[in-house]
C-alpha cells in the first residue's frame, strides 16, 4: 500500500521477516536492529546455530501450543536489562507469544544481497549472541553501528537508533 520507496526495518526475529520482504521492487534498502539476518536457504533457527546460545535463550518458553514467549526473569535480566524494571514489566505484559514455527521458515532469496543493508549490533545482548550480530553485519557488507545496548537499543537509546535509520533512509 506505500507509495514510493520503502526502507523496512526489523529487530530480532522481524530480521528474517525484513530479509524476504526486502525483495519487494519498492523495497530501497533494510535495516537491522540485533536482527537476524539469514541467508538464502537458511532459516533463523539455521541462522545462528553454530553459535553459543545467549543467556536468555534458555528464557525463552512454551506459551500455550505451538508458541513461545519469553518469561519475566528473561525479559528484565536478559531482553531489556539496560532499561529501568518498570518498564521492563511493561516490556514483558505486552510481548506476544511467536510461533515456534517461524523459527525454521528458510529464506527463499535473502535480499540484503541484493539490496543497501544497515546493522545495529547490540553488543551487550544476551538474547541473540552478539557474535552472529557482527558476522552477520560482516558478511553483509552493512554500513554498521555498534551500540552497548541490550537486545533492544530502540528503546534504551531511542535517539541514537531512530538517527541511524534517518541516515539510511536519507541515503537511499
Known amino acids: ?4 520507496p520503502v526502507l523496512l ?10 530479509t524476504e520482504a526486502g525483495n519487494h521492487p519498492q523495497v530501497k534498502g533494510l535495516v537491522y536492529v540485533a536482527a537476524g539476518a539469514p541467508d ?3 532459516s533463523f533457527a539455521d541462522w545462528w546455530k553454530d553459535y553459543t546460545p545467549a543467556p536468555g535463550a534458555a528464557e525463552i ?4 501450543e505451538g508458541y513461545v514467549a519469553l518469561t519475566r526473569e528473561g525479559v528484565r535480566k536478559h531482553f531489556v536489562q539496560d532499561i529501568p524494571s518498570d518498564e521492563a514489566d511493561i516490556v514483558y505484559a505486552t510481548q506476544g507469544p ?3 514455527k517461524c523459527f525454521g ?16 549490533v547490540a553488543a ?7 557474535d552472529v550480530e557482527r558476522d552477520s553485519a560482516n558478511r553483509m557488507g552493512a554500513k554498521t553501528l555498534v551500540l552497548e545496548s541490550s537486545h533492544v537499543p530502540m528503546l534504551s537509546q531511542p535517539d541514537v537508533v531512530a538517527e541511524f535509520i534517518a541516515k539510511a533512509a536519507a541515503s537511499l
Do not use: C, F
Open 124 to 130: 551487550q545482548d544476551e538474547t541473540i549472541p552478539p
Open 98 to 100: 511467536l510461533a515456534v
Open 1 to 4: 500500500m506505500q507509495e514510493g
Open 9 to 18: 526495518v526489523g529487530h530480532s526475529w522481524g530480521g528474517a521477516v525484513i
Open 61 to 64: 518458553k512454551p506459551y500455550g
Open 40 to 42: 538464502s536457504g537458511q
Open 105 to 120: 521458515d528458510k529464506i527463499t532469496e535473502a535480499a540484503w544481497r541484493t539490496r543497501p543493508n544497515w546493522y545495529i
